[in-house]
């Protein structure tokens, strides 16, 4: 379980095949206190940390991941989001994330306003329902609030601080980012959806 309060930016700094898999080397600002087994957020895809060396870490995804998330477009030298999951105690300071892609969508528009930025993101036909003015949102692991929605997007405000400490500082318009509706929304739709 994630908060949705991005970490640290990490790199890609090799990817490889195996079979179906794509197998990912990591480097982290706090790769030393990582342990094989652990979850860690990358771009809002909770991984599992399958290796550790003394320079980067390793995570698989697999075909199913790939399918669902933008980590099938992943490149040496890619900038990512990173958030190590949650202990007990701690503050949430964000919203209850759990690190599992709803889908990767569309980077529509983006909007300087003078001090923050508007991103607009096409809205997916099979969770529309689930996003209201005001909610929440989790985009490549960061939680945000959703501004405002029309029948084909819908939109997030981004400060400067999360502009200089997240990867939002490098989506452009055509990109896909990872999705992760919230989670309550998901629960009450289905229960609605039983009657």
């Known amino acids: 379980m994630f908060s949705g309060i991005v970490e640290a930016m990490g790199e890609v700094m090799a990817v490889r095949k195996e ?11 706090f790769l030393a206190e990582l342990k094989v087994d ?12 399958t290796h550790i060396d ?10 199913e991941t790939l399918q669902r998330t933008n980590l099938g477009t992943w490149k040496k030298g890619q900038k990512i989001n990173l958030e190590r999951s949650l202990r007990l105690g701690d503050r949430i300071d964000g919203h209850m994330v759990q690190g599992h892609v709803d889908a990767a969508i569309k980077c529509v528009r983006i909007e300087s306003q003078q001090g ?8 997916p036909t099979q969770n529309d329902d689930i996003i209201v003015p005001k909610g929440s949102v989790a985009l490549n692991g960061v939680s945000l609030t959703v501004v405002d929605e029309s029948p084909e997007t819908f939109s997030v405000c981004i400060i400067p601080y999360t502009y200089d400490h997240t990867i939002f500082q ?10 992760e509706f919230d989670i309550m929304g998901k629960y009450i739709r289905k229960m609605l959806n039983k009657n």
């Open 116 to 123: 923050s930025w508007k991103y607009f993101f096409e809205k």
């Open 170 to 179: 490098f989506i452009r318009i055509n990109d896909n980012v990872n999705v």
């Open 38 to 49: 652990q979850s860690v957020a990358h771009d809002g895809v909770c991984l599992t940390v």
């Open 19 to 29: 079979g179906q898999n794509r197998v990912f080397s990591i480097s982290a600002p």
């Open 54 to 63: 003394s320079k980067v870490y390793e995570v698989v995804a697999i075909q």
